[in-house]
């Protein structure tokens, strides 16, 4: 199997979220695992001089409609999260430290939170949401209640972030495949055309 | 047939001239006429806080390289236009005063135009350039210079791009069908899907 599917996402990320939904898919096609990468648009959005979609002037009216309407063509289920955005930082350090603790726990646990949001509206930037959801994705949540509140999965997570940018990526979702960028949920199709001009299956 | 559709871009935007050069296959699928609208981002910008993509960080490098992979990917000819970006408002006055005089003229020369900036990387944003392409699309140079320096026709684009923002127009390409809008070239695939859905032709 050729190299995993770089997928960075912001559990904050409407456009994210509905990558989240296709990615399996996508990699199966491609012969591929996926790697998935939570991150912070936070910092991002500072060196791009950006904002969360839905507080900029005209951008903001346009991307709620284009949300709704593309979980409607795609079939993805979707309700408008509210709030939004959120902090998303306790659900990323849960999600490291999983990736390291409890490896076959960290993609379900990132669904769950991403369905919980975004169908259930449950607010997962509390962190009580979110570890309630780590727990019942089988994590020890006596272990992760210190562990997210370290420095060190601070800093990890921080490094993370940096690392990521180092590499381009500035939004989200973010997918990269044997170092070829794609922003954008509504790249999925382009990737599939990028990989049979590549020669790749898919 | 049905309403138009409504097609604004900005001469100075790659992603305007690659949906150019497909907006006619589209229009025709969805047994539609196109309205071609050249709008100016430099205002639409200062609404929504944005920059030329290739001035921004991180989008910068992002954009160049997906520029020519886009071109690569649909098989239109392109070169990196230089200097980017360019100022568009003459090409744009150009192209409104010709709408009322020679309406037959006007798309011919916003494709010349386009295709000069963006295969022949000739600076249309030099006026004597906009005037040659204009007088080689068979208008009549000798009206065309005053009209171009008149306060009606500088107001009348300035009334344009504001009656663009309106309706909720902020990028190049922006396309509106039946009030539905859609920003971007990555979106022409989910025009047909939109249009499937809603029971139009497509």
Tied chains: 1, 2.
Excluded at 99 to 122: E, M, S, T
Excluded at 140 to 146: A, G, K, S, T
Excluded at 157 to 185: C, H, M, Q, T, Y
Aim: glycine letters at 6%; hydrophobic letters at 45%; a negative charge.
């Amino acid at each position: 199997m050729a190299g995993a599917i770089d997928f960075y996402f912001d559990f904050s990320s409407p456009y994210g979220y509905f990558a989240s939904m296709h990615i399996d898919a996508l990699a199966r096609d491609l012969d591929r695992s996926v790697s998935w990468h939570p991150i912070l648009l936070g910092p991002m959005f500072k060196i791009t001089g950006s904002a969360p979609l839905t507080q900029i002037p005209l951008k903001g009216a346009y991307s709620r409609h284009d949300m709704r309407r593309t979980a409607r063509l795609h079939g993805i289920p979707f309700r408008e999260p509210a709030p939004f955005p959120i902090s998303t930082v306790t659900a990323a350090r849960i999600m490291l430290h999983a990736q390291d603790a409890w490896p076959d726990r960290a993609i379900p646990f990132a669904k769950q939170v991403l369905h919980a949001y975004y169908v259930d509206n449950v607010n997962v930037g509390d962190a009580e949401h979110a570890l309630r959801i780590a727990e019942e994705s089988g994590m020890n949540i006596d272990e992760l209640r210190p562990a997210i509140a370290s420095d060190a999965l601070r800093m990890r997570l921080r490094a993370e972030n940096e690392a990521a940018v180092a590499r381009g990526v500035f939004g989200s979702p973010f997918i990269i495949i044997d170092e070829e960028p794609f922003w954008g949920f509504d790249r999925l199709d382009m990737i599939r055309r990028w990989a049979a001009e590549s020669g790749l299956p898919g």
